[in-house]
């Protein structure tokens, strides 16, 4: 039986790359580049970048997100810390192909473990296009990220998913037993990463949103 597909990780419901990749926006400054891949590896010999995620790519992000997850995505528990929020500063990214488009997204979030517990870090959701998924995007996207957040001084990242697929970055169950995320969700699923050594040790509690807020829109008066 296969595995489950990670929470956060797109599935293959689209049938071409024009639905997940149309509006995209070209105007970032790359910060990773892969170019090259080998066919014969299973991959695309196309290049792609990794940016920083701007105002201009939300449209396409979301389009992307719906395209790869499906309508169910915003009744996650991960939705929960996320609602409302900002992701953490410097902490958006997304994968262009050669034309600009959007393939790849990912972002982590601002929590706390528990009730005045310490700070961390909820990934997610992280998706490439379906039709594209062999690319080595989704795995650029992570490594990426996670260099970052060790660079900004972040001590942990969390997220819902399947151990096999992200064991491979270092995220595991192992520090997880005493954390919970804010809904239903399988427990095994609550994976960490330790960005600084033992920084979890004794860690406990439901995790809560502590993200920079998203500024409510003033609706225009009335005539």
């Known amino acids: 039986m296969a595995a489950k597909r990670p929470e956060g990780v797109g599935s293959a419901v689209a049938t071409s790359l024009g639905l997940c990749g149309a509006g995209a926006s070209r105007a970032a400054t790359p910060s990773v580049a892969i170019g090259d891949i080998s066919p014969s590896r299973g991959e695309i010999a196309d290049a792609f970048v990794i940016t920083a995620e701007t105002a201009a790519d939300v449209s396409a992000r979301e389009a992307l997100l719906d395209c790869a997850m499906g309508p169910k995505r915003r009744k996650k528990s991960s939705e929960k810390l996320r609602r409302g929020r900002r992701p953490s500063e410097g902490l958006a990214f997304v994968a262009r192909d050669a034309s600009g488009a959007v393939t790849g997204t990912v972002r982590l979030w601002d929590v706390v473990l528990g009730e005045g517990g310490r700070a961390a870090l909820l990934l997610g959701p992280l998706a490439v296009d379906p039709t594209i998924k062999n690319a080595g995007i989704g795995s650029a996207l992570m490594r990426h990220a996670i260099a970052e957040a060790a ?61 920079r807020k998203l500024k409510a829109q003033r609706l225009p008066l009335a005539a």
């Open 151 to 211: 660079r900004l001084g972040h001590a942990a990242i969390l997220l819902v998913g399947d151990a096999p697929y992200y064991e491979r970055f270092g995220f595991s169950a192992e520090k997880t037993g005493s954390l919970a995320m804010p809904g239903p969700y399988e427990r095994h699923r609550l994976l960490a990463l330790e960005l600084v050594e033992g920084v979890l040790a004794g860690e406990q509690g439901t995790l809560k949103a502590a993200g």
